[in-house]
């Protein structure tokens, strides 16, 4: 990236004008434009005009825009920031206030005008525009059937390719199908790797499989060059670094980098520090979870205390919409280099950063274990839960333990499902073991006049699913789950239906 100017008055207010070159700018640019910034750039505005003949001509007509940023998107696949906003600067073409879309593109200069910019954006713009702090790494991560050639720089990482291959197994007395399928895999990387590998910016090449696919590939890579006289593969051949890795997808990456091997190789790299850091709070949680904190509450808090040694935070909470947030983040990593600790501040677009961001995008590590002074993870709990309870459907909870803290569970007899005891739905049902319509010919061939039908007594449990499904039990309305008196039970007596209890009430 090229700085063009830089303006900036006491009030940390003023501009900057920029003209990104690389596709990795791209991405610093995204996360330099916030909402409420000014950018001033040109664009192409489709321009229609009425002659006296009434006929109408469109031409399009380019045009110097300033937009008050509300919203910015970053296309990685065409390498471009598409910034929407108002306009603030009226022209002929362009009425004020109105909306607009601004193309950032590579080779394509603006001006960035913000009413104040912190130290982190100028730390972003002057990585970006140092061209000897860039350390370029490529991966080739495969297994059998399966490659991603990947370029891994300090902020990002890019699938170049993904390869994919149908590799039949191997038969029992024959092997060439799968041998003719190997070859086309291994020919097909190594393809993509003289593609899209530039060695001449390139200071490693990592090549990761399980098994010893790796190896294979790494010598039929040599074997093809020395064929073809590839005098390039041939004199970078120190540059590949040949690794183990658990498959051949892209989250294999996170693994490699934490290996000791290319750790080693890579160690004057950025995102070398940001793997061992990252690698080094996972051992520290489990270790020792005292001094191992993630969440802006628990790291907020220890900022506060002085305690943070190390501090880890996403740029993608840099970009929030909340103005008070942003400022709060910036002064965490203010205050922790201050006080003398370390703030790494991980991309998005990185493996260590999408790791980063499953722990809520920000994590630390502390000089010492504050036991007293920090809240735990289990007192954040308890609070919330008395803050904020949730609402109760039924007084039981839909149980009738009476107390006792665990309740033998039962199988439903529909669909076999564990249910607990208390909770399952229980009906007794008792029916003669011989159906009504095959009665009456047994009475006509038996030898006795009188005889009786013995009958067959099940004790049957549902689970809710079940019952309610097979209109067992019915979902009561609202008002009606506040009636907790039994249902009424019905009796029989000389055919006619009974409800216990009423006579005695009469």
């Not at 008070?324 to 990185?350: C, D, E, F, Q």
């Not at 590590?365 to 809240?375: A, G, T, V």
């Not at 006792?404 to 249910?419: A, F, I, L, Q, T």
């Not at 209109?471 to 009796?491: D, K, L, M, T, W």
Request: with cysteine; charged share 30%; proline share 3%.
């Amino acid at each position: 990236m090229k700085q063009l100017g830089r303006h900036i008055e006491k009030d940390s207010s003023g501009y900057v004008r920029l003209q990104p070159e690389e596709p990795e700018d791209m991405w610093h640019i995204y996360n330099l434009v916030a909402p409420g910034d000014r950018i001033k750039a040109s664009s192409f505005r489709k321009v229609q005009s009425e002659s006296s003949t009434g006929s109408v001509a469109s031409q399009r007509v380019r045009v110097t825009l300033t937009l008050a940023v509300e919203d910015a998107e970053f296309d990685g696949t065409a390498n471009q920031v598409l910034v929407k906003g108002r306009n603030t600067e009226e022209n002929k073409y362009v009425k004020l206030g109105q909306y607009h879309t601004l193309d950032l593109t590579l080779d394509k200069s603006f001006t960035l005008i913000k009413d104040e910019w912190d130290s982190l954006a100028f730390e972003r713009i002057d990585a970006a525009c140092n061209v000897a702090k860039r350390a370029e790494v490529a991966a080739v991560v495969l297994q059998e059937g399966l490659a991603n050639v990947c370029l891994l720089t300090e902020h990002m990482t890019v699938v170049r390719q993904r390869i994919e291959v149908s590799v039949p197994r191997k038969r029992r007395g024959s092997s060439s199908n799968h041998d003719k399928a190997v070859a086309r895999f291994f020919d097909q990387v190594y393809q993509a790797v003289l593609r899209h590998i530039d060695f001449a910016v390139i200071k490693c090449v990592l090549v990761a499989s399980p098994g010893f696919l790796k190896d294979q590939l790494f010598e039929y890579m040599i074997s093809e060059a020395v064929r073809t006289e590839n005098r390039v593969l041939i004199e970078n051949k120190a540059k590949f670094l040949v690794s183990h890795c658990s498959s051949g997808h892209k989250h294999a990456l996170t693994e490699l980098l934490q290996d000791p091997g290319v750790q080693a190789r890579l160690s004057d790299t950025k995102f070398a520090g940001e793997t061992r850091a990252l690698d080094r709070f996972h051992r520290m949680l489990q270790d020792d979870p005292e001094r191992a904190y993630y969440g802006a509450a628990h790291v907020l808090h220890a900022a506060n205390l002085g305690a943070i040694d190390t501090l880890m935070i996403a740029d993608a909470l840099f970009r929030s919409n909340d103005v008070k947030l942003r400022k709060k983040y910036i002064w965490l990593v203010h205050h922790v280099r201050r006080n003398g600790g370390t703030a790494l501040i991980y991309s998005s677009m990185h493996v260590t950063g999408e790791q980063l961001n499953n722990l809520t995008g920000i994590a630390a590590i502390l000089s010492f274990p504050r036991r007293r002074s920090l809240p735990t993870l289990f007192s954040v709990l308890i609070r919330r839960k008395k803050a904020s309870t949730m609402t109760q459907k039924r007084r039981n909870n839909g149980r009738s333990k009476h107390g006792r803290g665990h309740v033998k569970p039962v199988r439903c007899s529909n669909c076999r499902r564990c249910c607990p005891k208390d909770k399952a739905i229980k009906r007794f049902i008792i029916r003669p073991m011989i159906e009504a319509a095959a009665i009456r010919d047994m009475k006509e061939a038996s030898v006795y006049e009188e005889f009786v039908v013995p009958k067959l007594y099940v004790k049957i449990h549902y689970c809710i699913s079940c019952a309610i499904h097979a209109h067992i039990v019915r979902v009561r309305s609202a008002e009606g789950r506040r009636n907790r008196a039994p249902p009424q039970r019905f009796r029989y007596k000389d055919g006619k239906k009974i409800v216990p209890g009423a006579e005695k009430k009469n």
